[in-house]
């Protein structure tokens, strides 16, 4: 493994320091930057001494820094068993040179753009000391310089107005330990109005600024003097609790319930908070709807997608109604087989009505009907979209169908400069049927975006598997579809796909009915091409062995018996991201097994390195990749700290800013694998794991697995597992509003 040098091993001096040099002490100009951490501050640079022009390092924590300003620190001298003498700082505090010289190097450092060294020299030699109150106060002054005309005047002033913001911008927030990755972008939103925007309602970070949570903005608050019983307080850590609900996956929380726990958690009065909600309802930032509190993106999304539903199931197809007996005939005889009656069943009705939903297991043959309806309706003439919520959903479905399938967020197209889907009520899409892949990945936002999207003559036809994990984001969409029952429904339970020998196919469904999983041994099975099982289970309770176990089958005995490579082919799968046998733990430890070496760089406390395999954690609108998209690195570059990454097709840039939009996935949860299939899976599930030990997880784990799955872990696990089919309700709306809405339809 590679070594940073920048992990000093300091050993303190026996006496001293080198000669003519304060004990305690340095000041001087700062000449170059070693390192720099920019999620800690924590820099080594080179200072040339004030008082002899001695060159020494200096090692320490400093918001903000930049070559050619005066650094003051305070700390000891150490003695570096490999750089010798550097000072080890306890303080570092950096002003604007005032030297002639001192200035010269700051501006030629590169941080104001327009200037460079020859700029820098032709400035100072014209203004001298003067210098930067001509840039701050007049620098109109600065076209009397030779080569700088008014074009680069408004670069260079733009920049340096940039700049001083972004210094002290960072100064002020890592005050409050906020990293400079974080100041940024906090810059970046507010400008220079940044810290009086922060002042005045620090709490409005967690909504404006990916990565800032509530306890964060509330210890920020608390350093800049808001009363810990203050009403905006009180709004913000409303807000917080229903959040955090959402992130549960529910659509509101009942009102004794908020005040409550938004009780425990701040410690203030219920007067106080009653009267805070009074605030936001009338505000209309949270809506009550017989005492459910709901944030109001979220009512408002519930409301459209029970109204869009009842309006497009009223409305009229405009093309002429398809024979559904002559049809289905046709479409066997293109695929070269014969449908079985509840196949049948759902053809005829996604056929014949304008909204149609087909829900079953794996192997059921969801694909093969996908792939017929597509057959017909193209054979009408019809303009068909297919589209599933994530890329690899999506992909999947493009080479089952072999028609384009498109993500959701791409068929609507959004607009990152304004924020919104370029397809909505306003501009709907053009097309005669849509079918969903997925669906039971599918939140009540993205749902609202669709469904408002989508012409009144369209057919809709939704597709996916009931029996998964709901949504990451709030609501139960397709479950509160189906368990209304307004609209048509076919649940296709005989298994096709592999027939009986499938393991995976047979498991899955076992499982799904509650039933004891059949465990070949993958140490019993004969070794024999022709006798490998797809479905293997290995007891183990001890977590240690189980790490060892993972690391023996990643790295030996699935690619030598099956072929497979680690690092392209074969997922982790756990329940969790904390604890030994967590997402977190896993990563690093799969890492140093899978991908030791290579070039890299260290950011927010991880390695990446190049042939990492990363996930993305947050939809990024600007370069086109989105939550839960998985890439491989293939390039890292060590001088300016990016990283590429190649996502399926897509090539993509990460600056130093956005690495904490990347987290390593060797292993992943289980809920960050919905919607992907993996030619092999290994899953990992002990008493570790007890909180989320249901039948769902163990369901969806076990059918991301496309050619192989093997099973981990404790055998008492896994049967917790399959009897806890008690899955926590989610509370939303939904049902009852299609009830409403789709009154009489059916």
């Known amino acids: 493994m590679k070594k940073s040098p920048f992990k000093y091993h300091h050993k303190k001096l026996p006496k001293p320091k080198p000669d003519n040099i304060d004990n305690d002490a340095v000041t001087g100009i700062v000449d170059n930057i070693i390192y720099r951490s920019d999620e800690t501050g924590y820099t080594v640079c080179s200072v040339k001494l004030s008082e002899n022009q001695n060159t020494v390092t200096v090692v320490g924590n400093c918001p903000a820094m930049w070559i050619g300003e005066t650094l003051t620190a305070n700390g000891e001298w150490i003695r570096h068993k490999q750089h010798g003498f550097q000072f080890n700082a306890s303080s570092i505090k950096c002003v604007a040179p005032t030297s002639a010289k001192g200035i010269e190097r700051y501006l030629a450092s590169g941080m104001i753009e327009g200037i460079g060294k020859v700029n820098a020299e032709r400035i100072v030699e014209k203004f001298g000391v003067d210098t930067m109150r001509i840039i701050e106060k007049d620098s109109k002054r600065l076209k009397e310089v030779e080569g700088i005309g008014t074009k680069r005047w408004k670069m260079i002033k733009e920049s340096w107005d940039e700049q001083r913001g972004m210094r002290d911008i960072m100064i002020f927030l890592q005050g409050h330990g906020i990293g400079s990755a974080q100041s940024a972008r906090i810059f970046k939103h507010y400008g220079n109005d940044a810290i009086a925007r922060i002042r005045n309602n620090p709490y409005q970070l967690c909504t404006d600024i990916w990565g800032i949570g509530f306890k964060t903005a509330d210890e920020i608050a608390m350093s800049v003097g808001i ?190 400069a304004i924020g919104r889907f370029e397809h909505n009520a306003s501009n709907p899409l053009d097309g005669d049927v849509f079918i969903l892949d997925e669906v039971s990945m599918i939140d009540v936002m993205l749902m609202n975006s669709f469904l408002s999207a989508l012409p009144n003559k369209a057919i809709l036809i939704l597709v996916g598997d009931i029996d998964q994990l709901p949504s990451v984001g709030p609501g139960n969409v397709l479950s509160d579809i189906i368990h209304s ?99 977190e733990n896993l990563n690093a430890f799969l890492q140093e097994k899978l991908n030791p070496k ?23 609108y600007d370069k086109d990749i989105f939550n839960g998209d998985i890439g491989i690195i293939i390039g890292v570059n060590t001088d300016d700290t990016t990283l590429t990454v190649q996502f399926d097709t897509k090539t993509v840039l990460f600056e130093p800013s956005e690495l904490d939009e990347l987290i390593h996935a060797f292993a992943c949860t289980i809920h960050k694998s919905q919607g992907s299939e993996y030619p092999a899976v290994v899953i990992l599930l002990t008493t570790q794991h007890f909180k989320l030990l249901q039948r769902n997880l163990l369901y969806t784990a076990i059918t991301r697995g496309r050619k192989l799955v093997c099973l981990v872990g404790s055998r008492k696990a896994v049967n917790i597992a399959i009897k806890n089919n008690k899955t926590k309700l989610r509370q939303t709306a939904l049902m009852e509003r299609l009830r409403t809405a789709l009154a009489g339809n059916r």
């Open 598 to 620: 290579g070039i890299e760089i260290e950011r927010f406390g991880k390695k990446y390195r190049t042939g990492d395999r990363v996930m993305q954690i947050r939809n990024n």
């Open 485 to 583: 029952k307004t609209l048509p429904c076919t649940r296709l339970d005989t298994i096709y796909r592999q027939g009986d020998r499938s393991g995976i196919v047979t498991n899955a469904h076992r499982i799904n009915q509650g039933e004891a999983i059949i465990e070949p041994s993958i140490d019993a099975t004969p070794l024999s091409p022709d006798n490998l099982s797809d479905f293997y289970f290995i007891a183990q309770d001890n977590p240690d062995l189980i790490m060892q176990t993972v690391a023996e089958l990643l790295t030996n005995r699935i690619p030598s018996r099956f072929g497979f490579n680690p690092l392209a082919d074969i997922q982790v799968l756990t329940p969790m991201r904390k604890s030994q046998l967590g997402t």
């Open 227 to 416: 009363p810990r019983e203050s009403e905006l307080r009180a709004r913000a850590g409303l807000i917080h609790v229903l959040n955090t609900f959402t992130d549960e996956g529910h659509c509101f929380c009942l009102k004794p319930e908020l005040l409550l726990n938004t009780e425990i958690i701040l410690s203030i009065s219920v007067e106080i908070l009653a009267d805070a909600l009074n605030y936001e309802l009338r505000k209309g930032s949270l809506v009550s709807d017989n005492d459910r509190i709901f944030l109001a993106a979220i009512h408002e999304a519930e409301v459209n997608v029970a109204d869009r539903f009842a309006r497009l199931q009223r409305s009229s197809v405009l093309h002429d109604p398809i024979d559904s007996e002559k049809a289905i005939p046709w479409a066997a005889k293109k695929a070269g087989f014969d449908f079985a009656p509840m196949q049948k069943n759902a053809l005829k009705s996604a056929i014949s009505e304008k909204i149609s939903i087909i829900t079953g297991g794996p192997g059921v043959g969801k694909t093969t009907i996908i792939r017929a309806l597509v057959d017909v309706f193209e054979a009408r003439k019809l303009n068909v979209h297919l589209a599933a919520p994530t890329g690899r959903a999506a992909k999947k479905m493009t080479e089952a169908t072999e028609h384009e399938a498109l993500t959701i967020h791409r068929l609507l197209k959004f607009l990152p």
